[in-house]
């Protein structure tokens, strides 16, 4: 049996990694872009973390700001978080509360609309939670989606969410990233920066991102990297510890919600692994070694990459044409 597929495969050189993506960053924004510096939203997780910490190194910690948002959903400590990571870096952070602007939209009403579909009494003081149903490794089974919620009292109650309740819970839960962008690119444009996205390479493969959202950027600097190797840049680059050691989360419902709950169907140390396997033909049993997964689930795992990136490519494309238009500068 091959032994060249293991957990070394995603270690990483630190200080190579680091000195190659700021030479990018430069690159891109001071000479493609023609922009002074960079906006970056920073939610106290690994991910914004490290491009905001990226940034300073590449351009000067004044050329870069960080925009702090959050709204009534916003998981206690995230705000906290995201103002020492600016505070260590010496990066100039602002502070723009969207609850306003998201209630005003209608988003937090839309949504508990919808969930009074399902439950009649939700209302004032209860919290909730979208998630993947459970058992996308042991059978083959069409994915669907449950809605959490909490009431006032602690009492929790769990039930598989409609179509039609799932799709307007996340509509209206989208403003959320939709309105967080329309502020980076206001403080970008301002002052003549470029807009940096945070995806990581799990998340910008397999289309964990709103379209017009969290989606939109100008420059996405780790997008190549694997969730575990942002943690690894993370530590090399100094990102607090209180930040490494937050788990990813989707930081969008009022219950804690992980990604592997709401979209990944493994934690990402080994959704990393199974994606690499599957981008380099990795056999199945040899993934499963590996992951301790059995071939049925290996197998299962790489039906739902699949299905995911076929997403991701939807979410990334440009707008449908009904007839090509040549886009050029002009005669030379």
């Not at 925009?67 to 020492?84: F, Q, V, W």
């Not at 991102?209 to 840049?233: C, E, M, N, S």
Request: net charge negative; proline share 4%; aromatic share 8%.
């Amino acid at each position: 049996m091959s032994t060249s597929f293991d957990r070394s495969v995603l270690d990483i050189d630190g200080a190579r990694v680091a000195s190659a993506i700021e030479a990018a960053m430069l690159q891109a924004v001071s000479r493609t872009l023609n922009r002074r510096g960079v906006a970056v939203g920073v939610s106290g997780g690994v991910d914004s973390a490290v491009c905001a910490a990226l940034a300073a190194r590449a351009f000067g910690a004044d050329r870069v700001v960080a925009l702090l948002m959050p709204e009534a959903d916003t998981a206690d400590g995230s705000t906290a978080r995201g103002r020492a990571l600016c505070e260590h870096f010496g990066i100039t952070s602002v502070l723009e509360d969207i609850g306003p602007a998201l209630a005003a939209l209608g988003c937090y009403e839309r949504r508990d609309e919808a969930i009074r579909r399902l439950f009649s009494d939700y209302g004032a003081g209860y919290r909730q939670k979208v998630a993947l149903a459970e058992g996308l490794l042991d059978r083959d089974r069409v994915s669907y989606f449950t809605l959490t919620v909490e009431s006032p009292s602690g009492d929790r109650s769990t039930r598989r969410m409609p179509t039609d309740v799932y799709l307007e819970v996340v509509a209206a839960t989208n403003m959320k990233q939709r309105t967080r962008k329309l502020i980076e690119y206001f403080h970008a444009e301002s002052r003549n920066y470029a807009v940096l996205g945070t995806p990581n390479r799990l998340e910008y493969e397999l289309g964990f991102f709103v379209r017009g959202g969290d989606g939109l950027a100008d420059l996405k600097p780790i997008a190549h990297l694997y969730k575990t190797q942002v943690y690894a840049l993370a530590a090399y680059l100094g990102i607090p510890e209180e930040i490494r050691d937050q788990p990813p989360t989707t930081d969008t419902y009022s219950l804690p919600q992980t990604q592997e709950e709401f979209y990944f169907a493994l934690p990402y140390a080994e959704m990393d692994l199974m994606l690499y396997a599957w981008e380099h033909r990795v056999p199945a049993v040899e993934a499963g070694r590996v992951v301790g997964l059995t071939i049925e689930q290996v197998e299962r795992v790489f039906r739902d990459i699949v299905a995911k990136r076929h997403a991701a490519e939807r979410g990334l494309r440009d707008a449908l044409l009904v007839e090509h238009v040549e886009v050029s500068s002009g005669a030379s």
